[in-house]
């Protein structure tokens, strides 16, 4: 049986979370793993989230706040589609990381955790994402793109842009949910 | 645990093994100064003010997360330990605003004090300061960003200590801030704000100005006060409270309650209402002159004339229509001396029994109940505050201690967070004290009669118990509390009567507290303010007390008595003593048409409206005197405030009596015996009253010169009410509390008694009729209702 009746969540997340509650031997240890799995498919920690895990792993709606405000990674507004994340740590900022930060404001027309209107990217200047031996690395969701210059920052945006980003799969679901829509 | 010995600043101090080194040496006279650390509270080391140098430990260390060891060497200030403190100061202060002139902390901030020691003034950091405007988190708690040095004292304070967890610890490193449980987002007006039981605790444990009182804020400064020790005038629980006062144009202003005097057997702790609603005496809708109904309208008229039409009235119907004609109403907020004066006057100088109060917890049952028996070892079988605090195990049945009695409950929480206390609970409500409880059962809402059966052993009273199945958990929680000795059994206003004597015959191992509503309810019982009862609970006949007065032998009118015999128009007069029984009781004011009503109050309260002389009185906080908590601790009540045009319910007694035609050295035992010299106030002997008072205050005496001293009646009570015969009078005036225990023997024995408690079911923010005259009250009642959804922990 469901830990919550009319979870929020998709079936099989929900399932996911009934058994990650269970294996810690303290139940709040699952509310990082439950943020994070939570944003992936919501796309942000929203209200809603934050009261079904604090209902999950009966923790305060305050605890909840508190873990999710301590960690940079997990947000609490919409991120675009693609969340490009610069990197500017030391060895990306030696090989001009700050440039292709500079460079995909530019582009983006937006700053640091911004949306552009279109709400396709948002922008991030981040810590070491540990592809230092690639720098500048800059991470597009889950993927990285690395050894970049402004140029080919270029292509890597006009690819996801244009549907065909790195390791896209694709997705029918994409390609025919748009024509729906309309 | 063995004491062990060791060096600090080249003195030999000893210490209990397992001590803080911090508490070691406070103990010893030795200040380490620390922001973070809260006796009490868990450990947190996260300002390393408290560094200390420890021989043979490589660099500094907390003293405050160190226990004591043998033969440990400690140095508490050295240049070293000094830069480290003055380090960590510059860093504190590197964002924090020099508002130290307006910020109400200033003049009481530990930041301050210790920036004045190691003298971190000036500053290394360049970049402006961080400004965030103040946010109001509820009408009584606002929180200053900036001023914040995130010691963490209110976290924990609200979780551990208060069990409310609404505060907690958002983002992280120098980002890191104090964030309430709502948040701007889900709040109606979309500011953050705090759902909680807003007792203010955190504003007591902060440091510095961060989190500042909505009821004192930008008022005055600290030193501009003077602070009166005092009891609160709400529950009866008895926490002492300090109130700043200052001087108005009409006497003197309550700006501020807090517990700046931690002597009190509350403590850490107060309440919202202790903390907060003294509001009711600035109040301008406070009586100033008394008033008599002249062509059917209260018209003010000068204090001579009230008194002249009361007592000449009331004399005249007591010699018309016979004593038993006259009926009195005391109160739950009066102090001991005027709850025993009341009675008095009542039955010596208006001739009659009928005199009662609104009573709130069924006292005569327990003294009659305990009576002569005691616990196995001969100990007493009251229990007192401080027991609640300390016994290893305590058994609440019925009440809701965190509404009715919040010292009671913090004083449990302590006891199970720090001494691992067992706590058993038998209500037929899901109270919030089950969080603490090892056991808990469910009973039924009208079972308490049946509980007190099966502890006895009664195995069929267990279906009457409860409605739920639970016959295991109904007996292994009768075997875990027979198990338990001592017992403190805290016993709610459910309980009384029949069930109540029962229980307490069921478990004679447990020492007993019956909690009432207000802050004097027990005493108003001890001092005899019913009809049926002389003081100390004893007989109407045969007692010393009984053959002093020559009263009656028989019971007078109970309160709703009297309003039947007002009905038949056979109640000729009635006086109030600031109580409000027309709007308590439901009274129809048609009932009292035909009565003389002579009503004392701090406000034109419903029963005031209805009256035909009205007199405007003090209230707790502007008398001094002593009051009794429910538990029987008898505590000393100083006067704080002062308001011009009223007098004490004490003066008004005694003037009343004396204008009745009363020789009123019977009513007030003063001026006898010894006799004061008060001495002059110039010349060569100008100091005599000053040693006078040393000699007489050696010798436990004070001068009762004027027929308006409490302290002599306090004489008489001592002398004629068993139990307060014990009371020592150094004591009661060092401002300790002694519990009472009423006398063994020879106390009043009643059948088939009616039931006439009816209790007020107080919550956190309200307080009988005062409520209505407490704006803080009033507004924190509005902001708890608008929050929307329960943010705390289930209750």
């Known amino acids: 049986m469901a830990a919550v009746a009319n979870s929020i969540f998709t079936p099989a997340t929900a399932a996911r979370f009934d058994k990650l509650a269970t294996i810690y031997p303290l139940k709040r240890s699952a509310l990082v793993p439950m943020l994070l799995y939570a944003q992936d498919e919501v796309g942000y920690v929203s209200d809603e989230v934050v009261a079904e895990l604090a209902v999950r792993l009966d923790l305060l709606e305050l605890d909840v706040r508190g873990v999710l405000s301590y960690y940079s990674m997990l947000r609490t507004v919409p991120a675009g589609k693609y969340n490009v994340q610069v990197c500017t740590n030391i060895s990306c900022m030696l090989r001009g990381g700050f440039e292709l930060l500079d460079h995909c404001k530019h582009k983006l027309g937006i700053g640091h955790k911004g949306v552009t209107a279109d709400g396709l990217f948002s922008l991030e200047e981040v810590e070491c994402i540990g592809a230092c031996c690639w720098a500048p690395a800059v991470q597009v969701n889950y993927d990285f793109h690395e050894n970049l210059t402004p140029a080919k920052m270029d292509a890597v945006l006009a690819d996801y842009a244009a549907g065909k980003g790195k390791n896209e799969p694709p997705s029918p679901s994409i390609g025919s949910a748009a024509p729906e829509a309309k | ?795």
């Open chain 2, 1 to 795: 645990m063995p004491d062990v010995t060791l060096t600090v600043d080249g003195n030999k101090i000893t210490a209990p093994a397992g001590t803080l080194l911090i508490e070691a040496c406070k103990t010893a006279g030795i200040e380490i100064p620390a922001f973070c650390y809260y006796p009490g509270l868990s450990l947190q080391a996260a300002c390393r003010m408290c560094v200390v140098r420890i021989e043979k430990m490589p660099k500094l260390q907390t003293a405050c997360t160190t226990p004591v060891a043998e033969g440990m060497v400690v140095q508490t200030e050295t240049p070293e330990i000094a830069q480290a403190r003055k380090a960590t100061l510059q860093l504190l202060l590197g964002n924090h605003p020099l508002d130290c002139p307006v910020c109400d902390a200033g003049g009481e901030c530990e930041l301050q004090d210790m920036t004045f020691k190691y003298g971190a003034a000036d500053s290394f950091y360049t970049e402006p300061k961080n400004h965030r405007e103040e946010q109001k988190w509820s009408p009584v708690v606002y929180f200053d960003r900036p001023r914040c040095i995130l010691c963490y004292r209110c976290v924990r304070m609200c979780g551990e200590g208060m069990d409310v967890f609404a505060l907690g610890i958002q983002n992280r490193g120098s980002s890191s801030v104090i964030a309430p449980n709502v948040p701007a987002q889900l709040s109606p007006e979309d500011l953050p704000n705090l759902d909680c039981e807003q007792c203010g605790m955190c504003i007591d444990a902060c440091p510095v100005g961060a989190l500042t009182s909505g009821a004192y804020r930008y008022k005055t400064r600290p030193w501009e006060m003077n602070h009166v020790s005092t009891v609160c005038t709400h529950c009866g629980d008895g926490c002492k409270t300090t109130l700043g006062v200052r001087s108005v144009s009409d006497g003197s202003e309550i700006v501020r309650g807090d517990n700046r005097d931690k002597s009190g057997m509350n403590g850490d702790f107060l309440c919202n209402k202790g903390r907060y609603a003294f509001d009711f005496a600035n109040n301008i809708e406070r009586l100033t002159s008394p008033l008599v109904r002249k062509d059917g309208k209260l018209k003010p008229v000068s204090w001579d004339e009230a008194l002249k039409f009361a007592g000449a009235k009331l004399r005249e119907l007591r010699d018309s229509r016979g004593p038993q004609s006259l009926g009195v109403i005391g109160s739950n907020r009066t102090t001991n001396e005027e709850n025993y004066l009341l009675q008095k006057f009542a039955r010596t100088v208006l001739g009659t029994n009928n005199i009662d109060h609104h009573r709130t917890a069924d006292y005569v049952t327990l003294a009659t109940s305990i009576g002569a028996t005691t616990r196995a070892n001969g100990k007493t079988r009251y229990a007192s505050q401080h027991c609640v605090e300390t016994a290893p195990a305590l058994l609440f049945i019925g009440g809701d201690p965190t509404n009715q009695a919040p010292l009671t409950a913090w004083n449990a929480r302590t006891n199970v967070r720090l001494n691992k206390a067992r706590v058993y609970i038998a209500n037929h409500e899901e109270i919030k004290l089950r969080r603490q409880s090892k056991a808990a059962i469910q009973v039924s809402q009208f079972g308490y009669g049946a509980l007190a059966q099966y502890l006895a052993g009664d195995d069929k009273a267990a279906n009457a118990t409860s409605t739920v199945e639970q016959a295991d958990v109904l007996s292994s929680f009768r075997e875990a509390i027979k198990a338990e000795d001592p017992l403190i059994v805290i016993v709610g206003n459910e309980v009384r009567g029949g069930e109540l004597a029962n229980l307490i015959k069921a478990l004679p191992h447990a020492k007993f507290g019956l909690t009432a509503d207000y802050v004097n309810s027990r005493g108003a019982s001890d001092m005899g303010v019913l009809p049926d009862v002389l003081p100390g609970y004893q007989p109407l006949t045969g007692s010393t007390i009984a053959s002093e007065y020559s009263v009656a032998d028989k019971p007078g009118l109970d309160l709703l008595a009297m309003f039947d015999a007002a009905a038949a128009g056979d109640l000729a007069a009635l006086y109030v003593v600031g109580s409000n029984p027309v709007k308590r009781y439901g009274i129809d004011p048609a009932t009292l048409g035909k009565t003389f009503l002579i009503v004392q109050d701090l406000f034109l309260t419903e029963t005031a409206l209805l009256a035909d002389v009205v007199f405007p009185a003090a209230n707790l906080y502007e008398k001094s005197g002593s009051v009794t908590n429910s538990y029987g601790d008898v505590q000393l009540v100083a006067k704080a405030a002062d308001k011009a045009g009223t007098r004490s319910d004490f003066e008004l007694i005694v003037r009343l009596a004396d204008h009745i035609g009363h020789d009123i050295r019977t009513l007030v035992p003063f001026g006898k015996g010894l006799r004061a010299d008060m001495g002059q106030t110039r010349g060569a002997q100008s100091g005599e009253a000053d040693r006078h008072a040393v000699w007489m205050t050696a010798n436990n005496m004070e001068p009762k010169l004027s027929p308006f001293d409490p302290f002599a009646i306090l004489d008489e009570i001592q002398r004629v009410v068993p139990g307060y015969d014990k009371l020592l009078r150094l004591q009661l005036l060092s401002g300790n509390d002694q519990n009472i225990t009423p006398a063994a023997t020879g106390l009043v024995q009643i059948e088939n008694r009616k039931d006439l408690v009816l209790p007020s079911s107080d919550t956190l923010f309200t307080s009988g009729s005062l409520t209505r005259f407490s704006p803080m009250l009033q507004d924190v009642q509005r902001h708890q209702e608008t929050e929307v959804s329960d943010h705390l922990a289930a209750d």
